[in-house]
């Protein structure tokens, strides 16, 4: 199986790139259906509408909606900050909003990863102001050492190190988000050097 995953992991990227699996396709599997029956716990009887993050938080979001019994709605918004960088630029800029009103509605926020937070406070603070009901965030992976902002998630599938991720919705310029765990990517020095 190992063997194998290496040489599915070798056609994703391009040389002088490698990547490390960090968490298996089944780790994350089971571990969303136990944040799907939390967040069902949390919220018995009431409908949710589910907002994904694009493009991160597509996998993420789908898994967890069929993890979910009862009423499930979903909606995309869609934010930038890495462009096609390894690092944050910090600027956050709005590309894709919601096609219906949240108001009075209980919301889940579903997102891939949670770094510097600086995302999360801007979308937080734009759902804030559209009255929801209740405003919850589910987040795949946890970055806490890289933390800017004071947020939080609800609801966490994993807290990582501070490396840089692909698989399972993260990508590095577009490439890697179809990898079906999570894995560390790591760029030859002179990629790195460029990409600073």
């Known amino acids: 199986m190992a063997a194998r995953e290496k040489t599915i992991r070798s056609k994703y990227g391009r040389p002088g790139e490698k990547v490390k699996v960090l968490i298996t396709r089944d780790r994350i599997h089971r571990r969303i259906l136990e944040i799907a029956k939390q967040i069902r716990g949390d919220f018995p009887e009431e409908p949710l509408l589910l907002v994904g ?5 597509v996998f993420f979001l789908s898994d967890l909606a069929r993890g979910i019994p009862g009423e499930v709605s979903l909606d995309f918004i869609a934010v930038s900050s890495y462009g096609k960088d390894t690092k944050t630029s910090g600027q956050v800029r709005l590309t894709k909003d919601l096609d219906a009103s949240i108001e009075g509605r209980t919301v889940i926020v579903v997102e891939d990863i949670l770094d510097t937070g600086m995302t999360l406070q801007y979308l937080l603070r734009i759902f804030e102001q559209r009255k929801p009901k209740r405003l919850r965030v589910a987040v795949l992976l946890d970055k806490p050492e890289r933390r800017i902002a004071a947020v939080q998630a609800d609801y ?5 190190p501070n490396e840089f991720v692909v698989g399972f919705g993260l990508d590095y310029a577009e490439r890697y988000r179809n990898l ?14 460029g990409k600073s």
């Open 53 to 57: 993050v694009l493009k991160g938080a």
């Open 156 to 160: 966490v599938g994993f807290s990582i």
């Open 180 to 193: 079906q765990g999570v894995g560390v990517l790591s760029l030859k020095a002179q990629d790195k050097a």
